[in-house]
């Protein structure tokens, strides 16, 4: 069964410092991992997806990583912004077989806030 | 963008009564799914549906729970006799075609049973 953890539980940074959430996952046969962002009492926003082929992706100020032979995934944070405060989940995807897609399970997420 | 959408927002009930909360999967794509955060915990994977049947279910989604895709737009969860345990945010996702595409989420309905 897939575990997945989030260190650290809660970070806090002046604004236009760069960093770093982990992403630790048990099962190594991940299908692919997925970084969201959750506003308070929001939805999930989806930032970036890495295929279990791919080493990393970015999207504008975001970039992240997969290592599945060492069980983890990085997001990484450049010039944070205030606007970057947040919940940041990740969570990794599974393919049971067949037309299964799309288990996701979730790490506890880092509570990041930004101050100017 | 493209966005899922879901209803109610906010939903309180009483214990026992039967809900049903409604989603509307981003129109191209063809796998829907439900999940839940109970206030404090961690998202979990309840459903996953394609081609009119559930094509994986975790251990929570037991015969109180049930879905539907009663047309082409709209997907439904079905939540018989609900108990207090069952307050929590329940969020629709969907995702496109057959290869482990990005799934988008919706805003949530806030479930309060009392």
């Known amino acids: 069964k897939q575990e997945v953890t989030q260190i650290p539980a809660a970070l806090s940074v002046p604004e236009g410092e760069n960093l770093v959430l982990n992403c630790s996952f048990t099962d190594s046969a991940i299908y692919n991992l997925q970084w969201f962002r959750q506003d308070p009492g929001k939805g999930l926003t989806s930032l970036l997806l890495i295929q279990s082929s791919q080493r990393e992706q970015t999207s504008g100020r975001l970039n992240a990583s997969l290592d599945k032979s060492s069980g983890r995934s990085t997001l990484y944070i450049a010039a944070s912004q205030p606007g970057d405060s947040a919940t940041y989940l990740c969570?990794?995807?599974?393919?049971?077989?067949?037309?299964?897609?799309?288990?996701?399970?979730f790490g506890q997420g880092t509570i990041l806030t930004v101050h100017p | 963008e493209p966005e899922v959408t879901q209803t109610p927002s906010h939903q309180v009930t009483q214990m026992g009564q039967e809900v049903i909360l409604r989603c509307v999967p981003i129109s191209n794509h063809l796998y829907f799914y439900w999940y839940r955060q109970i206030l404090g915990q961690k998202v979990e994977f309840l459903v996953s549906f394609y081609n009119n049947e559930i094509s994986e279910k975790s251990e929570i989604f037991d015969d109180q729970f049930s879905v539907e895709r009663p047309d082409g737009s709209n997907f439904t969860l079905k939540i018989r006799s609900t108990k207090l345990e069952d307050s929590a945010m329940y969020f629709c996702?969907?995702?496109?075609?057959?290869?482990?595409?990005?799934?988008?989420f919706g805003e949530g309905s806030w479930l309060t049973v009392v």
């Open positions: 969570a990794g995807g599974e393919h049971a077989g067949g037309t299964s897609y799309g288990k996701l399970t």
């Open positions: 996702a969907s995702s496109g075609r057959l290869s482990g595409n990005t799934i988008y």
